[in-house]
């Protein structure tokens, strides 16, 4: 099982991509990307929102999410939101055990 958490940061004047820019620059992804139990962590950029950015943060299980939420990293991360003026809204989804279905794979290119 994996946890998938998709966060939509919202600002304006182009303030989710500069946090999402300053959260790669300043090293933080990169921290992140080398807790244990993190298995992705990227930025998108919505084609018809600029104004916000979309995480996908991927995490082994929920242990492993726990104890990222209480790192010293969600502090850095809730300092840069503050300093950005970001609104944001979460899903949270749990992974499939059975994973892709034969079914499914007819639809897929890989």
Aim: overall charge negative; hydrophobic content about 35%.
């Amino acid at each position: 099982m994996s946890i998938v958490v998709n966060i939509y940061y919202t600002g304006a004047d182009g303030n989710a991509r500069k946090f999402a820019e300053e959260m790669e620059a300043g090293g933080t992804v990169q921290d992140i990307r080398r807790e244990d139990g993190n298995l992705r962590y990227e930025y998108f950029l919505p084609i018809a929102d600029p104004e916000t950015v979309l995480l996908t943060d991927c995490w082994r299980d929920p242990e492993a999410l726990d104890r990222h939420h209480a790192s010293l990293m969600m502090e850095r991360i809730a300092k840069l939101r503050e300093k950005y003026d970001l609104h944001m809204r979460v899903e949270r989804y749990v992974s499939d055990e059975d994973g892709i279905t034969e079914k499914d794979r007819c639809f897929m290119k890989e």
